[in-house]
C-alpha cells in the first residue's frame, strides 16, 4: 500500500468512498445527501489544504485531508479527515493512511494534530486514534445527532507531533 | 444599544472594527493582515450564517456573526464570533452583545452554543462567557501563537441553550 497526494484524476475514485460515508451519517459531519460539487470543494481544497490518496495494487482505498485546524496565528496545529472503502475495512488501510498522514503533517511542520469531531460511537475510529497517541481533550455532549443512537458526544482529539 | 440583523451597507461600519481585532493579533486565528474581501466573506457569509450589529445611538459599536459550529448532524450546535470597537471598552457592549446573540441562537433552534477557540491570554473574554454560563471543556495546549505570550492555549467552551 502506498500513500500520495492525490491529482484531479483520482477524484472519480474519491467521490463514492466519500459519498458512502456520508450517506451513512454516523461518523461525518455532513449533510447524508452532500452534493459531489460541494464534496470536491472541501475535498480537494486547494493549498493549504493536502489531500492524500492511499492505493493497493492501483486501486484506491482510502483517503485523507490535511490543513490547518485554524488560520493565522493558529495554523501550526493540523486537522485532517479520513476515508476508508467499506470493501476494505479490517485490512488495515485506515491504520496505514493515520500513520502516512501523521508523518506527512510532521513533514509539513505542524507541531500538533486535532480532532474536533470525532463521533464518540465510532469506537473503531477513537481506539485506532488512541493507539496512535492522541488523547480525548473534551467530549461535546450532544453535539452529533446519530440516526439510531440519537443525540451523542463529539470527542475533540488531539496530539503533538 | 439595539442588535439587529446587519445590512450590507453596514459593512463600511463592522469592517474598521474587525481589521484592528484581527491587527492586533491576540483573539482571532486569522491572519493579521487579512484583507477586507476574505473578512467580508467570513462575516457576511450567507444563510445559515446570520451577521448582527449593535448599534449605540445609531453608531455600530459591535458585531457578530451566528452560525452552525458543524453541517449535517452537528448543525444543533451554535457557534458565534464577536467583535466591539475598542473605541466602546468598558460600557458593557461585549456582554450586551453577548446575551443578544444568545437569545438568537435560542430563537434559531440552536441546542448549545460552543466556542472553538477562546484565547485563554483573553481573560477578559473568557470571564465574559464563563459568567454567561459557558463552561471551558478543553483547553488545546499551545494551539494559538500570541504576539507577545508566545504559544498559549485555546479554550473549548460550552454552554447549553
Not at 467521490?15 to 475535498?43: H, M, N, S
Request: charged content about 20%; overall charge neutral.
Amino acid at each position: 500500500m502506498t500513500t500520495t497526494d492525490a491529482s484531479p484524476q483520482d477524484w472519480p475514485a474519491i467521490w463514492p468512498i466519500l459519498r458512502q460515508v456520508a450517506a451513512a451519517g454516523e461518523t461525518y459531519c455532513w449533510p447524508r445527501d452532500i452534493t459531489e460539487d460541494r464534496t470536491r470543494a472541501i475535498w480537494m481544497a486547494p493549498p493549504p489544504n493536502l489531500t492524500l490518496v492511499l492505493r493497493d495494487a492501483e486501486v484506491i482505498v482510502g483517503t485523507a485531508t490535511l490543513h490547518p485546524n485554524q488560520d493565522g496565528p493558529g495554523a501550526h496545529i493540523a486537522n485532517a479527515s479520513f476515508a476508508v472503502d467499506p470493501r476494505c475495512r479490517g485490512r488495515g488501510v485506515g491504520r496505514r493512511l493515520a500513520q502516512d498522514t501523521l508523518d506527512r503533517a510532521r513533514a509539513e511542520g505542524y507541531r500538533a494534530m486535532q480532532f474536533n469531531a470525532v463521533v464518540e460511537t465510532n469506537t473503531g475510529a477513537v481506539a485506532l486514534w488512541r493507539s496512535l497517541g492522541f488523547r480525548v481533550l473534551a467530549t461535546v455532549p450532544e453535539a452529533f445527532l446519530h440516526p439510531t443512537a440519537g443525540y451523542v458526544g463529539l470527542h475533540v482529539m488531539h496530539r503533538a507531533l
